[in-house]
């Protein structure tokens, strides 16, 4: 039965899939038959590396770190795809820059949002006005 043309093109793909199925199928494997069997009760609670928990593991944490992580993020994402955007502006015309200001809107709208509802307000100032996070 000979080769189509399609056939012929998605016989690298083919191989890729199998050779990196068959990788994680081996490792895994390994890991099973290799790792190690013994079994101790400070090893089964949930915590790392069988260490002895101390003190709690709950502990008040700043929520503004999170909302730094957070507004990094979007705005990475945000700057990514507006670099892309203006790889290709002169291709893309002027329903590519409709759809770049939308976009920028959009996250513009969402930021307004959060500044209304007092999401940025927080640190030494935030106390002072007796503000409280967003719910």
């Known amino acids: 039965m000979p080769v189509t043309a399609e056939q012929a093109e998605l016989l690298p793909l083919a191989i890729y899939t199998f050779i990196a199925v068959f990788l994680i199928g081996a490792l895994l494997a ?3 038959y290799l790792g190690s069997r013994k079994h101790f009760r400070d090893k089964e609670i949930p915590y790392e590396s069988g260490i002895v928990p101390t003190g709690s593991a709950r502990h008040a944490s ?3 770190f999170y909302l730094i992580a957070i507004f990094f993020i979007v705005f990475d994402v945000e700057g990514a795809f507006i670099f892309t955007w203006a790889t290709a502006w002169d ?3 002027f329903p ?3 759809h770049i200001t939308v976009f920028i809107v959009v ?3 969402g930021l307004a949002w959060l500044w ?3 999401g940025l307000d927080w640190g030494p100032s935030a106390a002072r006005k007796g503000r409280q996070w967003p719910t």
């Open 30 to 32: 390994a890991a099973y």
């Open 62 to 64: 700043q929520v503004p």
């Open 91 to 93: 291709r893309l015309g």
């Open 96 to 98: 590519g820059l409709i």
């Open 107 to 109: 996250l513009m709208l």
């Open 116 to 118: 209304i509802k007092g």
